[in-house]
């Protein structure tokens, strides 16, 4: 598309196959994909452990119970240094090469990249709720309040570290419905990044 660095950060609901659409995105434009692999290289910046910090993804209330007892040198709680690292990380990897980034308030940390095109996706809730039971394979009893549990801490922990708001149209570039499916979610936001690129050179 060009021959500077450009980056398309995924924000999504739960269940809107936003992570399956970054993928697939990354394979249209051959570039590298980074969701939970910047976990691993965050645990290298920060000298926690990478299952620490997997667990931290998996439990933020816990953690943040934890920040308030633990704090470092700096004064900084146990969230705050992973978030930092995190957000070290996300600028590294947007200046090394173009790249697909998904969640980790990546939207927020590259604000002022001249070449972010961020996205949110999104899905009915009938669509969402069938990609969980079948797509991920969750075996939850009520599948509508575990989507709603997991966007609602999504939301706290984007609110609390940009002091912006989870799923602001006005945060966006673009926003997407993927009930249009897999493949045409991926085509729409392809195509807008090569109409946005043309202007941002």
Known sequence: MTSKNFVITIAREYG??????GQKLAEMLNIPFYDKEII????EQSGFTEDFLHKHDQHKHWLNFLSNVFINNNNLPLTDQIYL???????????????????RCADHVLA?????VKTFIHAPQEQKIQR???SYNEKVENPVAYAA???????AHYNYFTLGKWGKISNYNLTVDSSVGIDA?????????????KNHQ
Do not use: W
């Open 40 to 43: 691993s290289m965050a645990a």
């Open 149 to 155: 549990k997991i966007d609602k801490e999504r939301a």
């Open 16 to 21: 809107s196959g936003g992570r399956l659409i």
């Open 185 to 197: 979610a991926a085509e729409v936001i392809m195509v807008y990044t090569e109409n946005f690129l």
């Open 85 to 103: 690292a995190q957000c070290q990380v996300i600028k590294d990897m947007a200046e090394k090469s173009s790249c697909v980034i998904v969640g």
């Open 112 to 116: 002022d990249h001249p070449r972010c």
């Open 132 to 134: 969980i039971l079948h």
